[in-house]
């Protein structure tokens, strides 16, 4: 049995860490299954050596992120602590990164885990990248939180969000309504991750002034997209065809992201992916970039992660 104390300079780092009834340190004393108590600016840890370091490590990242203004919640807390108890030789910083962008709602979007961190470092450093894998591994939304970056910082000029429109076997020709009510319901994802980074006015108003266009792909067809930060949701839907339309849209100092889950194929069964193909007929493209995250950077409610884990294991067998 061991012990250890953190000193904290500022007491009102202890008081937040201590929010909603100590939640943070009871959920990081039972993750790693320690003791941990609280005094004045002492936090005192008691239990195996190598558990109470990771522990300390998390506290003291968690304490510098909250001097530095950047914000978390118990969610965020839990992912780093399981990562780092089942990854012993990872670091909290590597769950818990630098802010890319504060949303509307004042809530840091944070790359959380190496995978994602090297997801967001590949769109930074490349033109064309795929990031591939399950629900709730952050694909989508940290595409659109640097496409918002690089916006406002008028490096593009103007965002356009897409993704086939045709899923589960559906057309649109025999679906009710005109043409935008058809096509509503399948972007409707891509409309919920933008309002969440920017707002529901700003959004819809750099909708309207045709600075972010959410359209289905089958819009993108003639056109070459300039100076924009294209992201293509859902791909995994997409025919070989409508893959090779979409990826040579791509204009002059332009982005493009491409975003889907292999596992998830709406398609007819004899009917090929545009997407699969795509990985494999790029994959030796040194000027392409392709990421693929997993079970463990699920984000989601935690029983997501064990349902795309179980549900991975049975295709396995």
Known sequence: MANKQIEFNDYQIIKKLNFNEHEVLKLIAK???IKIGSRGQIVNLEGDQNSINLASMLLQHLSHMLED???????????AALRMHDEPLSKAKDFLGESLLKTKNYKDVIPKGPAQQA?????????LVFGVGPAGTGKTYLAMTLAVVLLKAKIVSRIILTRPAVEAGEKLGFLPGNMEEKVSPYLRPLYDALFDLVGTKEGEELISHNVIEVAPLAFMRGRTLNNAFIILDEAQNTTVEQMKMALTRLGFSSKMVVTGDITQIDLPPKQKSGLIDALSVLKKVDTIKICRLTEKDVLRHPIVKAIVKAYEQNNAN
């Open 69 to 79: 203004k950047r914000d978390f919640n118990l969610e965020d807390v839990r992912n």
């Open 119 to 127: 997801y967001v470092d590949a769109i930074k450093e490349y033109d």
């Open 31 to 33: 993750i790693f299954k």
